[in-house]
């Protein structure tokens, strides 16, 4: 079936570097959203991203979708300690119907 | 209500017991998941309700877990003969339909369910 690995595992920073999230699904994805999960909270809608290449931005996060549609990424810049969470991305595989497979996700720490 | 409602948040049942976890959607919201979330680790997949079309069981690890959605709204998930190994947070969203593509999931609190 369908996986969806997210890399790094774990990621620790200090406050004011930058920090990235890759997903890679094995199979190709119709669309791509990415979900942040503070920790003892639910996931929490961040994007959704539909075309092929496609790059958004909000504020300090930039989202891109791979050209193949098997792989994102998610970059902060400048971290704050207010972006401390579980980072997951979650895709259907196209053709798949509208089952979301999530990510592996990716543990975001920030020290001062 | 505002959001997605699950109760209870919390459960504590021995081996062997039967265990039911209700989700109450946003309404007007036609899809709707289950996943499970063990400590520290990813979401689950476990179901999938959209509108009256039959549920996707894809991810239901046994045939001890069953799910229903009555009346396109509110969904029980069931677990019967618990065990140890059952013990996570069960997660329930909902979503609109696009007619396209999965929309947004909003997620409820969660039920922890413990194993004893």
């Known amino acids: 079936g369908q996986q969806v690995m997210q890399i790094p595992q774990y990621q620790h920073v200090q406050e004011g570097e930058d920090f990235t999230t890759y997903c890679n699904s094995s199979?190709?994805?119709?669309?791509i959203q990415w979900y942040k999960q503070r920790p003892g909270g639910h996931p929490v809608f961040l994007i959704q991203?539909?075309?092929?290449?496609e790059v958004k931005k909000q504020k300090r996060l930039t989202f891109q979708f791979g050209e193949a549609k098997k792989n994102s990424s998610l970059h902060i810049t400048a971290t704050q300690t207010t972006d401390v969470g579980t980072y997951f991305c979650?895709?259907?595989?196209?053709?798949?119907?509208?089952?979301?497979?999530f990510g592996t996700g990716t543990q975001l720490k920030v020290e001062l | 209500g505002a959001g997605v409602s699950q109760s209870p948040s919390n459960k504590v049942t021995e081996k062997g017991k039967d265990v039911e976890l209700r989700c109450d959607p946003i309404?007007?919201?036609?899809?709707l998941y289950w996943y499970r979330q063990s400590l520290g680790q990813g979401l689950e997949f476990l179901i999938y309700?959209?509108?009256?079309?039959?549920?996707?069981k894809s991810g239901l690890p046994s045939d001890r877990f069953s799910a229903e959605r009555t009346g396109g709204s509110v969904s029980t998930l069931t677990i019967q003969r618990t065990q140890q190994e059952d013990s996570a947070v069960y997660l329930c969203?909902?979503?609109?339909?696009?007619?396209?593509?999965?929309?947004?999931?909003?997620f409820g609190e969660g039920s922890r369910l413990t194993v004893l």
């Open positions: 309700f959209q509108g009256n079309s039959a549920p996707d």
């Open positions: 979650a895709g259907p595989a196209a053709g798949g119907g509208n089952k979301l497979t």
């Open positions: 199979t190709t994805l119709s669309n």
């Open positions: 991203l539909v075309k092929s290449g």
């Open positions: 969203a909902s979503s609109r339909w696009s007619g396209l593509r999965p929309g947004e999931l909003f």
């Open positions: 309404s007007g919201h036609t899809a």
